[in-house]
């Protein structure tokens, strides 16, 4: 037999590092990895239970500082996982595993030794039958509903372990995908002897279900379905195998895996006891799966059969709501609001709308979403609910820490909340594999994935995480909490200019999420629609008239400046791509020189603005000075490109435009208003400004342009100073200010409260 190899080096006993030695951290991760590469295919080091406890209390101890620490895990080479049923595999111990291998037709059975450690990716110290043991690191498992391997002692299957540096810098077992991973309860007859909680070796089927009730009332769900699934093997009567999967299908429930329990409540028949609980179940499974016609079907009949139910009363008017909500569109916005607010939820039960919208093919890459009529600025093209969404509330009911999941090759840093969200995404697709055909269609790149059946032996979907991963790196968006929040929050800071927002800020991280339909839609910087949220609802809505056939294009993220090019600003770098639209090629063939320029004459404006605005002045401004300023910052656009926004010229302008509103200087105010639309490509009629008072035709847009939230502001300005200017122009300002609420924050019902706000 071959001797066990160490690797020489000292595990690091943590993955917690302070923010400051995160690159130390990286580094001696990635020699204890490349240590351990050399030793590929040998059998690896042994180390005893009392080391390997000892490094496990150490790395709780690190843990427990978790507040100012960040948890560093590693990205592998992408594997499938295992296809074949657990029947024709072949079991294997600790001693056989070998150093970086992945130990193919085989699986492996162990048990906690120690609490699993959940505050990042779960792991744990396990031992196997002949009490050797090893660490196992589990990803994309966090979230499994029915993962019930929290305490001590818990048995669980590995399929096709893979043998690699875990977290914490010792060789231990890492599991990437969820179907790899099986726990097993401890009444199973597969345990060995002594890991059984019962040495009984038969069970009636009375005694099973006894069992079964005895974890379902303990809230072992995934238990209870395995012990439920042991006694339907036996033949019962009829009427029993009825109550053991009604029962099976109230467990399954609990566990979020809907289709596995509409299965089981699609054999019951009215004669059988509690025909009405069954009923309520279907329909609120397939309330859960979001098939609102099915649910009002099975509850209309449940209405009809016991109309003083209270709860199918209820149930039942949801579902009309989100059917009615599917088909026209028609969202109480405001309730949305109050619900997201009230109850701290993020994740709200409301239908998705498919307004008139459609997927063909694209001319920049592969799909995306086109109008399929002529569409009104403002309108609503889609309103829809997340696949999967991940928030910082989440991370903090979960106690998560957080944390960077690194690849060495590429040597980026993924923050934990999007390591989250592949998690969330797994976690869905397990338990709808209905779900499947719609993910596997979302654009995930070259990325492979070769598993062609999507069941696992327990009929969970099987899911390769890695493609999941890929998926999310593509499809993914930040989001708010809540639009309206983050816009009155940057519209009432005192500061005129924007401040940069940084997404991998490590205070803030922003919540994200996977929407099917949206991630149809490609980017540009001169969008089209844009897309705004409450909790996981994601609102989209045209930002100008489109007409039929139109790609619907929308901002992922916002152009910060107009003086960087692409290779130097690039945010879509991990999604393979870079904005080609107009603007960004128009950055890209100025020369860097005037650029720069740019940039410098901007930042020489903005300390002359805020000087200014500081000391409320502005009266006294020196106008030639600031003139002379801003005539070379246009000097630095060219001249043909007129309809292009000027981002820089657009920061300016506005802060002006605040200014001189604040300042109680109406035509000024009014007449810098007009031309921060300029700036960002509109082209306005009727509007009156100190230089052209004579307009004739209603205030009207007649070409559109970028959308940013200041706009509304401008509008807002615009309708304050014609109040005085032009009375007559004070009403169509205020529509548009509406408007515009409406296109940046996705309603306009709390409008109203902002615009009494702005004239008061
Ligand atoms: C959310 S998907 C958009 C839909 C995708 N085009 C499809 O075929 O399913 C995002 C991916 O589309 C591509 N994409 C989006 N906008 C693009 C653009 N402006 N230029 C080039 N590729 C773009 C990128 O590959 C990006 O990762």
């Keep these: 037999m071959t001797k066990p190899v160490d690797t020489g080096l ?3 006993f943590q993955s917690f590092f302070p923010l400051e030695h995160l690159t130390d951290g990286i580094s001696h991760m990635g020699q204890m990895i490349n240590a351990v590469q050399d030793l590929k295919g040998r059998p690896i080091g042994m180390v005893s239970m009392k080391e390997l406890v000892g490094y496990y209390m150490q790395h709780q101890v690190s843990n427990s500082m978790k507040g100012i620490l960040v948890q560093l895990t590693f990205e592998t080479t992408p594997y499938e996982p295992c296809i074949h049923p657990m029947s024709s595999l072949t079991k294997t111990t600790i001693s056989d595993l070998r150093y970086n291998t992945r130990h193919e037709g085989s699986y492996i059975l162990l048990r906690l030794i120690t609490g699993l450690d959940i505050t990042g990716t779960l792991f744990a110290i396990a031992e196997d039958e002949n009490q050797r043991v090893i660490p196992v690191q589990l990803f994309n498992q966090n979230s499994l509903p029915g993962n019930e391997l929290l305490e001590i002692y818990s048995a669980f299957i590995v399929k096709e372990p893979l043998v690699e540096v875990v977290g914490w810098g010792e060789v231990g077992i890492r599991v990437d995908h969820a179907s790899d991973f099986k726990c097993i309860s401890r009444y199973s007859e597969d345990l060995p002897a002594g890991w059984k909680k019962s040495i009984k070796e038969k ?52 566990l979020g895996r809907s289709e596995e329990t509409l299965l089981d409540l699609g054999i019951l028949t009215p004669a059988m006891q509690s025909y009405d609980t069954a009923l309520y179940r279907k329909a609120r499974t397939f309330y859960d799966l979001r098939q609102y016609r099915k649910s009002s079907e099975v509850l209309s009949v449940l209405c009809k059969a016991y109309p003083k139910n209270p709860h199918a009363n209820r149930m039942f008017s949801e579902s009309i709501k989100r059917l009615l909500e599917e088909k026209t569109g028609m969202y109480s916005f405001k309730e949305m609001q109050t619900k997201l607010l009230a109850r701290h939820i993020v994740r709200l039960e409301y239908a998705t709308y498919i307004g008139p919208i459609e997927v063909r093919p694209a001319s920049v890459t592969g799909r995306g979403l086109f109008s399929s009529q002529d569409v009104k600025a403002g309108e609503l093209l889609l309103c829809e609910k997340a696949m999967a969404y991940f928030s910082e509330e989440d991370a903090s009911k979960r106690m998560l820490c957080r944390g960077y999941r690194v690849g060495l090759d590429s040597a980026k840093a993924m923050p934990l ?164 639209c107009d603007l960004c090629q128009s950055i890209d063939y100025t020369d860097e020189r005037i650029l720069k320029l740019r940039e410098a004459v901007l930042r020489d404006l903005q300390l002359f603005v805020e000087t200014v605005f500081i000391e409320s002045r502005p009266g006294k401004v020196e106008v030639g000075d600031l003139m002379m300023k801003m005539n070379t910052l246009l000097a630095t656009y060219e001249e043909i490109d007129v309809y292009l926004p000027r981002l820089s010229v657009f920061e300016i302008k506005y802060a002006l435009t605040r200014i001189f509103d604040v300042g109680g200087l109406p035509y000024a105010a009014a007449g810098l208003a007009v031309e921060c639309f300029m700036n960002l490509g509109y082209s306005l009629t009727g509007a009156i400004t100190m230089e052209n008072q004579v307009v004739s035709g209603p205030l009207a847009i007649e070409k559109w342009g970028m959308l940013d939230y200041r706009l509304v502001k401008c509008w807002l300005i615009l309708a304050r100073s014609y109040r005085i200017m032009a009375p007559h122009l004070e009403h169509a300002a205020k529509d548009y200010a509406m408007l515009f609420y409406k296109m940046v924050v996705g309603e306009d019902h709390s409008f109203n409260s902002a615009y009494k706000k702005m004239m008061s």
Aim: aromatic share 10%.
């Design 417 to 580: 909340a999007r390591v989250e969200l592949v998690h969330e995404m797994v976690r869905e697709l397990r338990t709808k594999p209905s779900w499947m055909a719609d993910f596997m269609n979302m654009y995930h790149d070259s990325y492979k994935s070769t598993v062609s059946s999507f069941h696992d032996d327990d009929g969970g979907a099987l899911v390769d995480s890695f493609l999941v991963h890929k998926v999310m790196v593509h499809n993914m968006l930040h989001s708010d909490t809540c639009t309206r929040d983050t816009y009155v929050l940057r519209s009432e800071s005192k500061s005129v200019f924007e401040e940069e927002r940084s997404d991998f800020a490590m205070a803030q991280q922003p919540p994200c999420g996977i929407w099917r339909m949206a991630s149809f839609a490609n980017h540009s910087c001169l969008l089209n629609a844009q897309h705004s949220f409450i909790g996981d609802m994601l609102i989209m809505r045209a930002t100008m008239d489109i007409a039929a056939g139109t790609e619907i294009l929308i901002r992922y993220r916002e152009r910060a400046t107009d003086f960087l090019k692409a290779s130097k600003w690039n945010p879509f770098e991990d999604r393979g791509f870079a904005c080609t």
């Design 10 to 12: 000292m595990p690091s």
């Design 203 to 254: 069970r009636t089927v009375a005694q099973w279900k006894a069992v079964a009730t005895e974890l379902y009332k303990t809230g072992l769900y995934a238990q209870a379905v395995e012990c439920y699934s042991k006694a339907l093997e036996i033949p019962s009567p009829p009427g029993r195998v009825q109550t053991l999967r009604f029962n099976r299908a109230q467990a399954l429930c609990k």
